[in-house]
């Protein structure tokens, strides 16, 4: 069964989008539940996953330095270039620049990890390097956007949300995790790390048909002002996938390394964003859809990336 799924992931994940962008559209009352769904069912996705991570091995991990100077420099240094140029294209509307801006300037720090490791790639140096990640993005941010949006828009972000993300989605999945994995004998630690690997595809399909159904009714209603914004945010992944090969190589990285390093520099942070967009005045009222338009275009991005990745990165 497992092996059946990993080979037919990407029609499953394919296929649960679709229902989802029909259920969603058909169906507008659905949105309401299934927003709600989201946080708890990520976090059991990331828990499935930090299941399956060794975590007598993450010392190792941590010492890594050059893997993580490496997605620092390429998050945080040329991301931002990246990102200020595309977001030229968009300048002349606050709303929409306030979305594209949050969404592409932070790093993703959950689902990047189960797509790296599903194509091969170190996600538990990107376990491991997550907690920097977070910290630096939420230090980052109000100057990238002071520097690319003006001050009126970092003094009407509340950061709160990004504080409640990090303990729901990554510390709380990856304490229960450590916790089995103390608990756990041999045997029973074998037979977890098998039930981790036999629910990852159906939790992964089911965390994609939550997102897509919660929210694709208001992209829908706003789609003729939000088409400006699908063109950039592809941009941005063929760019950063470009990008985070060459950064790889630089380093001369093992092919795992290479492989995270390319999902970290495309993946964007937008399920911790949305809470921070959502909470704009009115006036932004858009900036969450752009959000969402940009998590909808990266969960295609990502289908296509497990497959890509592992037939372009390569030793």
Same mark, same amino acid.
């Given at each position: 069964m497992i092996q059946w799924l990993e080979r037919h992931q990407v029609a499953l994940y394919v296929g649960s989008i679709g229902l989802a962008v029909i259920a969603g559209l058909t169906v507008p009352e659905i949105a309401a539940p299934a927003e709600t769904l989201i946080n708890p069912v990520l976090a059991l996705l990331l828990y499935a996953t930090f299941l399956g991570i060794p975590f007598t091995r993450l010392g190792e991990v941590f010492r890594d330095w050059a =893997?993580?100077?490496a997605t620092l420099w390429l998050n945080f240094a040329l991301v931002p270039l990246v990102v200020f140029g595309l977001s030229r294209v968009v300048a002349h509307d606050q709303a929409v620049l306030a979305g594209v801006l949050l969404v592409l300037l932070c790093p993703c720090v959950d689902y990047v990890m189960v797509f790296t490791g599903l194509a091969g790639g170190a996600h538990d140096r990107l376990l491991a390097a997550s907690p920097v990640l977070m910290l630096a993005q939420m230090l980052l941010l109000p100057v990238y956007l002071g520097l690319m949006a003006g001050s009126d828009v970092v003094s009407v972000?509340?950061?709160?949300? =990004?504080?409640?993300?990090?303990?729901?989605?990554? !510390?709380? @999945?990856?304490?229960?995790?450590?916790?089995?994995?103390?608990?756990?004998?041999?045997?029973?630690?074998? /037979?977890? #790390?098998?039930?981790?690997?036999?629910? /990852?595809? @159906?939790l992964m399909m089911l965390t994609l048909a939550v997102v897509v159904a919660s929210q694709i009714?208001?992209?829908?209603?706003?789609?003729?002002? &939000? &088409?400006? +914004?699908?063109? &950039?945010? !592809?941009? =941005?992944?063929?760019? /950063? =996938?470009?990008?985070?090969?060459?950064?790889?190589?630089?380093? +001369?990285? #093992? !092919?795992a390394g290479r492989r995270a390093l390319v999902f970290s520099g495309v993946t964007r942070n937008s399920l911790v964003i949305l809470p921070l967009a959502l909470a704009l005045p009115a006036a932004l009222d858009v900036a969450p859809l752009v959000v969402v338009t940009q998590t909808l275009v990266e969960l295609l991005v990502m289908v296509a990336m497990v497959r890509l990745v592992p037939a372009l990165v390569r030793a």
């Open positions: =893997f993580l100077r972000v509340e950061f709160g949300p =990004f504080f409640k993300a990090f303990i729901v989605l990554i !510390v709380l @999945p990856l304490g229960a995790a450590i916790l089995t994995q103390l608990a756990a004998r041999t045997r029973a630690g074998r /037979m977890l #790390d098998a039930a981790a690997q036999a629910a /990852m595809v @159906p009714a208001g992209v829908g209603a706003q789609l003729s002002a &939000l &088409l400006v +914004v699908i063109p &950039l945010f !592809v941009a =941005f992944a063929l760019i /950063m =996938f470009c990008l985070g090969q060459w950064v790889g190589r630089r380093g +001369v990285y #093992d !092919v």
